[in-house]
């Protein structure tokens, strides 16, 4: 049977109807996804500190091993390894002193620093010099032979490296002789030696240097070069 216009009418009505309907749950889905926040995290992390473009003939003397970031990802990160974290710090252009400077965290992928400020470091820059010293021997008590007659560092001269203040407290550079020893026809024996030079020998150790102060302590922020020394002695 033949739907009468009225049918036909009523069958618009019900299939417009079901397309309102399923527009309207498509906007409302749309509408809940915009407005519903997605689940994240926070957590407090350290990042180390790098320092970068530090200028020729400067060196770093202090600055602080890491700062405390605060970070923010999907849920699902919270296990993302944060070893990579660091924050970096630009030294172009400085000058020797101390320096306010801004440390510029790099998360890990998929991760972002929330911030509530510059995070702000304080870095110190001094100028790299270098110095010689004479080398001065101290023999160990168990090495020291009785009738020592000459000793001979070689080299009997190193350079010191390191921050200006550093070097500058730098009094002294001291070969310590301690551990084994070798021994060797003295190396200015000749044909004709006396059987008394001829009895005399040798004796060498390798010798660490120590870059000392006025009072005797160590300055550990200085390199000597070269570290180590060959100290010959000689005795009859």
Known sequence: MTPTASGWKEISMRALALCLAGVIWVVAGSEKSRTTPALTFDAIRDATVVVKNV??????TQV???????????????TASTAEIVAVVDLAG????????????????????????????????????????DVEVAIGPDLAPEGMVRVNPAPCRVRVEGPAAAVGSVSHVVALALGSVEEAPAEDEDEGATPGQMAEQSQGVVATLLALSDSGEVVRSVEVYPGEVLVRWESH
Do not use: C, D, N, W
């Not at 200028?55 to 770093?60: D, S």
């Open 94 to 133: 400085m000058t020797p002193g101390q320096h306010l400077l801004t440390a510029e965290p790099l998360p890990p992928s998929g991760l972002e620093v929330v911030k509530s400020g510059a995070i702000m470091v304080g870095v110190t820059v001094e100028e790299l010099v270098s110095a010689e010293f």
């Open 55 to 60: 200028p020729q003939g400067m060196v770093v």
């Open 64 to 78: 602080p091993s890491s700062v405390t970031v605060r970070l923010r990802g999907a849920r699902g990160l919270e």
